[in-house]
């Protein structure tokens, strides 16, 4: 039943949503490789794009927006764009899982956890319902939830942290291998926070999954991710190991970013934060650096070139600065 | 189950409390609004030249009416007559008890009303769901204006509209009344066809007034669905196409049930223009009727007859919202 982990390979993906102003780009020629059995996540201010990329995953990305370029490879799946009617359906939810932010009401209100789980199987033309069940009992189980009583329950009778769970059992209980986590700590207390984290690394572990998080937090990141991707202006201008990352920044918006957490010890005031605004669909720039305005290392060159992805020992920086620098 | 039983009982009593309330509401009221039936037929009878005490005499026998004690004792012996379901006798209907005369209007009411709102819902959802479901195209522009038209024009127009049409321009349909006097009453070809055919008009009339409500409160609730969290939920999990319809119809019919059974209460005494146009002697030309000829008994009891409708489609909806979404139902388990 249990298979390898399956590797992801996004690549050249470009997103545009349909405006008055014509297509404009939520994402732009993105490439990641998502590695077997990885925790990778991705952090980016609201309007980065980060959300469209994770539901580029499955290629479900919502009119008006639509995938205009670039692929996404799955092992054992291929090319997500590629996907059509049945055969997408049939991809979502028993390869790829999908777990929604936790403030969302992800559950139908009028049927208990049991039946959705039940309509989910009858879905993807699972034979052995009691064996799903059964399989969703243990997951609930497994992350300290009474399953029987959370698939007897409607959602209003749970609580933030337990739908979470929930929607993490119904992401996992189709024995999904990749799973995409988008804000999966958001609105939920610190507490709960910590627990769901925990819940996800081990049972990344141990189902041996290919996980992607998006978040908005840099602890989150901090807390589970193996690899690290920062995203701005629907661009990705870093990524590589976490630790080294956060550690040692490259990329002047990673830097300001890690530069504006206030520390726990220390003057508040050393936190700053990074001057400007984030570019909208419609502020950011159509060619050249997405990052130039709010940026301190800003040369001509940016105003007209895009910075490439360059692959730099373990870590991607797309910056002129830091290319030049290190040719230096 | 034990809840909802005991969510009945509650709503029962509280019913009961509620049309007690408006019975003796309504029977001051009436009794205050000035004139005195049985004073103007004497007033008559002595214009015609009758002696005043004879003509007191011949309106008694005429009405059967024994107007006794005060307005107090007046209100015991309605309130009494209430628990036997007795509400009196008629003046204008030669001394018949109101309950009789509520009854036989009221099947020329309740009959096409429900006829009329049942199928004007039973449409305007599907084509809500289609309005919604193709509201970026050609298909739901066409029905969202229907709608907006429809829901636009009094019930009285359509109602005058559909008479002229087809009763008098293109003469194929009857407008003079609920059946045609040629057959038997009884349960005969000759007379349900007539029935039938009689109740196109009114029925369409009713249908047509109501339907532009339900397309539109239908399409806005279906809109409001689809944006749900849940429904793209579902989509990312690969459920199968029926499965979603299902999630977005249950819950989007959900609030259009409480309108529809507080518009069946509504109906039943708003149907004035309507069964005049068709000549129906139904509730609402009775109630018209009982005003004019200051027929006390019967005012009170129509009134009544309505208040109840309400209050009884009330509990129906507020029962089966219970049943139906599980929301309502865990809430009053937690209060119990």
Redesign the interface.
């Known amino acids: 039943m249990s298979k390898q982990a399956p590797g992801v390979r996004i690549d050249g993906l470009t997103v545009v949503y349909k405006t008055t102003a014509g297509e404009l780009p939520a994402v732009r020629d993105v490439s990641l490789t998502l590695e077997p059995g990885s925790i990778t996540g991705i952090v980016g201010e609201s309007g980065s794009g980060k959300s469209t990329l994770a539901l580029s995953l499955l290629n479900a990305v919502q009119p008006p927006g639509r995938i205009s370029a670039g692929s996404v490879e799955i092992d054992g799946l291929g090319d997500v764009v590629g996907l059509r009617g049945e055969q997408l359906r049939k991809a979502r939810g028993k390869h790829i899982g999908y777990v929604f932010q936790a403030a969302q009401n992800s559950l139908n209100p009028l049927k208990t956890v049991g039946k959705q789980l039940l309509d989910l199987g009858r879905s993807h033309g699972v034979e052995d319902l009691r064996g799903l069940v059964r399989e969703a009992r243990e997951l609930l189980g497994r992350m300290g939830l009474d399953g029987a009583r959370v698939l007897d329950s409607h959602q209003h009778e749970l609580s933030g942290g337990m739908r979470q769970r929930v929607g993490i059992m119904l992401a996992l209980v189709l024995n999904a291998h990749v799973v995409v986590l988008d804000e999966p700590t958001t609105a939920l207390d610190m507490i709960t926070q910590a627990n769901i984290l925990k819940i996800v690394r081990e049972v990344h572990a141990e189902r041996g999954l290919t996980t992607l998080v998006i978040t908005h937090d840099i602890g989150v990141v901090a807390e589970v991710a193996d690899r690290l991707a920062v995203m701005y202006g629907g661009r990705l201008v870093e990524q590589g190991p976490t630790r080294e990352v956060l550690g040692s920044p490259r990329h002047p918006y990673t830097k300001g970013l890690i530069r504006a957490i206030p520390r726990l010890v220390g003057d508040i005031d050393e936190a700053q934060a990074l001057p400007g605004r984030p570019p909208t669909l419609a502020t950011v720039p159509k060619q050249g650096c997405v990052f130039r305005e709010r940026c301190a290392l800003r040369m001509d060159v940016c105003d007209d070139v895009d910075p490439e992805a360059v692959l730099q020992g373990t870590r991607t920086v797309a910056c002129h600065a830091v290319t030049v620098k290190e040719h230096a | 189950m034990t809840v909802i039983a005991r969510r009945l009982a509650g709503h029962l009593a509280r019913g009961v409390v509620m049309i007690l309330v408006v019975a003796t509401i309504s029977f001051f009221i009436v009794r205050s609004i000035p004139g005195d039936p049985v004073a103007a037929n004497v007033q008559k009878l002595i214009e015609q030249g009758m002696a005043p005490e004879a003509a007191e005499q011949a309106t008694r026998v005429l009405y059967g009416f024994q107007p006794k004690g005060t307005l107090w004792q007046q209100y015991v012996d309605y309130m009494g007559g209430l628990l036997t379901f007795d509400l009196g006798q008629s003046v204008t209907h030669a001394g018949a008890p109101v309950t009789d005369v509520l009854a036989d209007a009221a099947k020329w009411t309740v009959l096409p009303v429900l006829a009329g709102t049942l199928l004007s819902f039973l449409v305007g959802i599907v084509m809500g769901v289609y309005a919604a479901i193709r509201r970026s195209g050609k298909l739901g522009d066409v029905l969202a204006i229907s709608g907006s038209l429809l829901h636009g024009v009094p019930q009285y127009v359509l109602g005058l509209l559909l008479s002229a049409i087809f009763a008098t321009l293109i003469p194929i349909l009857p407008a003079d009344g609920p059946v045609d006097i040629l057959f038997e009453p009884g349960f005969n070809a000759g007379y349900i066809g007539s029935l039938v055919e009689h109740a196109v008009l009114p029925v369409a009339t009713y249908a047509l007034a109501a339907y532009g409500g339900w397309i539109l409160a239908m399409k806005s609730s279906v809109v409001t669905v689809l944006g749900?969290?849940?429904i793209?939920?579902?989509?990312?999990?690969?459920?199968?196409r029926s499965?979603i319809f299902r999630?977005i119809a249950?819950?989007a019919i959900?609030p259009l049930f409480t309108i529809l059974a507080l518009s069946l209460g509504l109906l039943l005494g708003g149907a004035v223009f309507i069964e005049r146009i068709f000549n129906y002697p139904g509730l609402g030309l009775l109630l018209i009727e009982s005003i004019t000829m200051r027929d006390y008994a019967l005012m009170g009891g129509a009134f009544l007859l309505i208040t109840m409708a309400i209050i009884v489609a009330n509990i129906v909806a507020d029962l089966f919202y219970s049943v139906?979404?599980?929301?309502v139902r865990?809430g009053e388990e937690v209060s119990a």
């Open positions: 749900d969290d849940f793209l939920a579902a989509e990312l999990r690969g459920m199968k499965i999630y249950r819950n959900l139906i979404d599980p929301r865990s």
